[in-house]
């Protein structure tokens, strides 16, 4: 009940004149950019970072959570009109709306996946204010070591869920933490890996970090694969409102798609990827009609957006309520947090309570919103597609060093900053995944601190990490992340020199 009162306080703060309009260029911006293909909200909430120097931090995660959702509506129209996932989440929506598109049942489509996705929304913010007092009580309880051993199966399952391969994602887990060691020890006072330069004292900061792998490696990325001409896109044809039959075919996909989203999506290792495939699968499984699958079944567009949609509500979970990010649009609002010189976990709930419930409350609110901005606006979602590539990836990396510069007026941060980039753009080149740089940066210097106070309670004996219930389980955990892939890859290898 306490988790309601405190809902109620959210809205008084997220419905202020100013709080309200920033929500609205929040859903309004993230709508847009999911419909152009290639872009995310990572990539946008990146860019858009530098602003944190400037705004109050309610009004600040108001406008990235609304582009966040945003982007999860958005990302559907691309899919369905164009065949084009704007992310990888809405690959599935693809596989039937693209077909329902070209036999003339666009309308309804997009109508299934913007109703879907604010059913499932609604539903995964009731689940995180439900949710995260209780998991807030939970994490109290834990020890120096438990939430080294917690942090730990975060690099883990983080690094093997956003990479193609557990190598590739663990490599890049290893240089956030060499990021994340720079610059003064504060337990020592010694410098480390600052190489004589007196501007890395202070470490990189992480605005920089998040704009060059997410805003300028990504821009030059996409630009490589920039082809001329552009996709077919397919025109709406006949209403746009869905009848009685597709009604009846999608409300159960919305809540069957809720139920598998929303609990992977606060999981450690959850993302929006795999609760979409996992309810695609479902609903070929469970209808009625298996033989349209394939064909433009409206039930695999209903499903997998819910699922989407509400997955994207359960990545607030674990950010809140422990500080961990289970995606990448997750790992820069966490740099944001660092920005602010917040950090998330179990206090956070207490120490802001402002911030995170009226955080909360817009999520609602941005809901109500996107329905309204995504059924009558569609026609002008579809005209930002033929905005021309070159020209927004230029805008990009002139916001992007306007953004930075304006920030510490440094000349070296500049250099910084493309010199990161240019390094994502080699990783997404040879297909290693940026998150994981990111998250070891934010988390490493936090699971350092968390190792040495749980050695200086032992007094040096590391059998502590093992002898305590919750630091031995996560730790068992984090091991069986990294080992199950190896096995499994193993023994797909046997099989296929047995066949040989």
């Known amino acids: 009940m306490d988790g309601f009162v405190s809902l109620l306080h959210g809205f008084s703060v997220a419905l202020t004149p100013m709080n309200l309009l920033w929500s609205v260029v929040g859903v309004t911006l993230g709508t ?58 809405t690959i599935v929506t693809a596989v039937e709306g693209h077909k329902m598109a070209r036999a003339g049942r666009g309308g309804p489509a997009l109508a299934t996946a913007a109703i879907g996705s604010f059913v499932a929304g609604t539903i995964g913010v009731v689940g995180i204010t439900v949710l995260a007092p209780v998991i807030v009580k939970w994490a109290l309880m834990f020890s120096p070591a438990d939430y080294f051993a917690l ?68 821009t030059l990325h996409l630009a490589t694969r920039y082809r001329r001409g552009k996709d077919e896109i397919i025109p709406i044809k006949g209403s746009l409102w869905m009848n009685g039959q597709d009604w009846a075919r999608s409300w159960k996909p919305w809540l069957r798609g809720a139920a598998v989203g929303f609990p992977i999506g606060a ?18 499984r469970l209808s009625k009609h298996p033989e349209e699958f394939g064909k433009g079944a409206i039930e695999g567009v209903a499903g997998p957006e819910a699922a989407n949609n509400a997955s994207a509500a359960g990545v607030f979970v674990p950010l809140l309520t422990l500080g961990l990010p289970t995606s990448a649009t997750a790992a820069i609002m966490l740099s944001a947090f660092q920005s602010y010189g917040i950090n998330p976990g179990p206090q956070l709930l207490t120490t802001q309570p402002d911030l995170v419930w009226g955080l909360i ?57 493309y010199g990161i980039g240019i390094l994502g753009f080699i990783m997404r080149r040879y297909d290693f995944p940026t998150s994981p740089v990111v998250i070891g940066m934010i988390l490493g210097p936090f699971a350092e601190q968390q190792f040495r106070r749980a050695m200086t309670i032992s007094q040096g004996d590391m059998s502590v990490f093992v002898t305590r219930p919750i630091a031995a389980t996560l730790l068992a955990l984090a091991a069986l992340a990294i080992l199950l892939p190896l096995v499994v890859e193993l023994r797909r290898s046997l099989r296929a020199r047995r066949a040989v």
Do not use: H
């Open 32 to 89: 847009a950019i999911g419909v152009l293909p290639g872009l995310g909200p990572a990539l946008t909430i990146a860019l858009l970072l530098p602003i944190t120097f400037q705004v109050e931090p309610a009004a600040a995660f108001i406008l990235f959570a609304g582009i966040y959702f945003g982007a999860m509506f958005g990302g559907s129209t691309t899919s369905i009109l164009i065949n084009t996932p704007g992310e990888s989440a």
């Open 151 to 218: 942090m730990v199966l975060a690099f883990v399952t983080v690094s093997a869920v956003l990479g193609s391969s557990i190598i590739r994602g663990l490599t890049a887990l290893a240089l956030g933490l060499l990021i994340g060691l720079i610059g003064v020890d504060l337990q020592t006072g010694q410098a480390r890996f600052t190489f004589g330069q007196m501007s890395l004292l202070d470490g990189i900061d992480v605005v920089i970090v998040c704009v060059g792998l997410f805003a300028v490696g990504e």
């Open 267 to 284: 999981m450690p290792a959850g993302g929006a990827e795999i609760p979409t495939f996992l309810s695609y699968f479902m609903e070929k």
């Open 361 to 417: 409350a817009s999520l609602y609110i941005g809901n109500v919103m996107l329905l309204v901005l995504n059924l009558p606006l569609v026609g002008l979602w579809v005209q930002i597609l033929k905005i021309p590539m070159p020209y927004l990836y230029a805008g990009i990396l002139v916001f992007a060093t306007i953004g930075t510069y304006g920030i510490s007026r440094s000349v070296f941060d500049l250099g910084l900053l």
